[in-house]
Structures are given as C-alpha cells and as structure tokens.
C-alpha cells in the first residue's frame, strides 16, 4: 500500500487500485510471468516499485505505472530483491545466480549496469539477506555467503534443505529454520560457515519463515504452529 494505492502483482503485471472504490487507477507494464510481490524501493532519491519476472527486473512509478528501468535477465526468479548499502539491486535466479545492477538517473532518464554475476548464490524460492558488505542465503539446499564487491563465495556449508532464514542483525547471526524443522544458529560473518547452535523446533516439512517478536520465536508448518520464548540477553 502506498498512500491511497494499494499496488499487486497479477501474472508479472503490476496493477494499482484505490483503496478507498476499489477502481483500478494503473495497469503497469507486461513483462512476463511471475511468482515474485511488488517490492517498493528508493533509488537515487526517486520511490518506485520493483518486480522481478521471468524475462528480469522492471521498476514502475508508484504515481502512474509508467517505467523508469528494466533489466533483462532471463531465468526462474521467484526471490525478491534487495538493495545494497549504496544503492544497487540485487536479483537472483535458481539458474543463473545472483546479479548486481547499478542504477542511476538523470535529465534524460535512467541507466542500467552490470557490476557482476555470480554463480555462488542461487536462491531458489528461499530469500537472501545482506549484512556489513556481504549476502547470506541458500545456493540450492545448502547455505552460503557471498562478498558483495565481486559476488566471489566465501564459504558454503550446513545442510538445510528448502529451508529460510532472518538475519539477526545486532547479534550477526543468521536464524535458519530447516526444511525438516530445526532450528539453528548460523554465524553472519564472511571467514567460515559456523553453526554455533541447532535444535529440532517442529516436527513435518517447514517452508515457512521463522518469526521474531521481541522474546518470542514462531514457526510453522501445514500442520501446526510453535511459540518459543528465548531468554533475553543481560
């Protein structure tokens, strides 16, 4: 929801509606099929909406649904993107890996370049997150961190299956519920994968992201949902 829009994703296309009729104001440009959600982001001081498809990335004006940018790249992108410290995009693809773009506007309108590809990272449907210069997610089953400057892996390890994670970011730790349900701790730092804790959290196939609110920790499968409270630090 932005303002008095609330914008969706239907079929790679995006479309805006007024929340207060319910009448469609913008239908966005087609670029392809879909799994991703609109994912709104500032770049170079200007709001817009990103959505990656099949054929690649495309950015919209929130106002109208008119494009700023696309970036084709053509692959089975389901992850949504994030931004870097400075600005840039990262995508990702189970085939081809993750990718950096630079963007950058001006009088004359936008600009779209490729800092680097890399094949270390390959989310499938599992999302990634960035932490002090480096990406964190899983490159098919097993976890791995790549440097953000050049997309070289650092390390890979950890078993997980089809499992997701958060980032615990005052703690630098990475919080990974398994595909299996455990629950594990994984140091957020570039020099080694280190697990410094697991447990078994629920029992079935977990595809669903942990929770944490305040002290609480939720997890969840089809079948059922866990509450765990963790002690606070002192």
Same mark, same amino acid.
């Given at each position: 929801m932005i303002g008095d829009l609330v914008i969706i994703a239907a079929s790679g296309q995006l479309v805006a509606y007024d929340t %207060?009729?319910?009448?469609?104001?913008?239908?966005?440009?087609?670029?392809?099929?879909?799994?991703?959600?609109?994912?709104?982001? /500032?770049?170079?001081?200007?709001?817009?909406?990103?959505?990656? /498809?099949? %054929?690649?990335?495309?950015?919209?004006?929130?106002?109208?649904?008119?494009?700023?940018w696309s970036d084709a790249w053509a692959g089975n992108s389901i992850v949504q993107p994030a931004l870097t410290a400075d600005g840039d995009v990262l995508i990702t693809s189970q085939e081809n890996g993750t990718r950096r773009i630079a963007i950058a506007h001006n009088g004359s309108g936008w600009s779209v370049v490729e800092r680097w590809t890399s094949n270390g990272l390959k989310p499938y449907f599992?999302?990634?997150?960035?932490?002090?210069?480096? %990406?964190?997610?899983?490159?098919?089953?097993?976890? %791995?961190?790549?440097?953000?400057?050049?997309?070289?892996?650092?390390?890979?390890?950890?078993?997980?299956?089809?499992?997701?994670?958060?980032?615990l970011p005052d703690q630098d730790l990475l919080l990974v519920l398994s595909e299996e349900g455990e629950l594990a701790l994984v140091a957020a730092t570039p020099d080694q994968f280190n697990e410094r804790a697991k447990v078994t959290a629920i029992q079935g196939k977990t595809w669903n992201h942990p929770v944490l609110v305040g002290d609480i920790l939720l997890v969840r499968n089809a079948e059922e949902m866990a509450a765990y409270r963790l002690p606070l630090a002192r």
């Open positions: %207060a009729t319910g009448n469609r104001r913008w239908l966005g440009p087609n670029p392809g099929g879909s799994y991703s959600s609109p994912h709104l982001a /500032t770049i170079d001081g200007v709001q817009q909406v990103l959505l990656v /498809t099949g %054929a690649g990335t495309t950015s919209v004006s929130p106002a109208d649904g008119k494009q700023l599992n999302d990634f997150v960035i932490h002090k210069g480096y %990406a964190y997610g899983f490159d098919g089953r097993i976890l %791995a961190c790549i440097d953000l400057k050049d997309g070289e892996r650092k390390w890979k390890g950890g078993r997980y299956g089809n499992g997701q994670l958060v980032l």
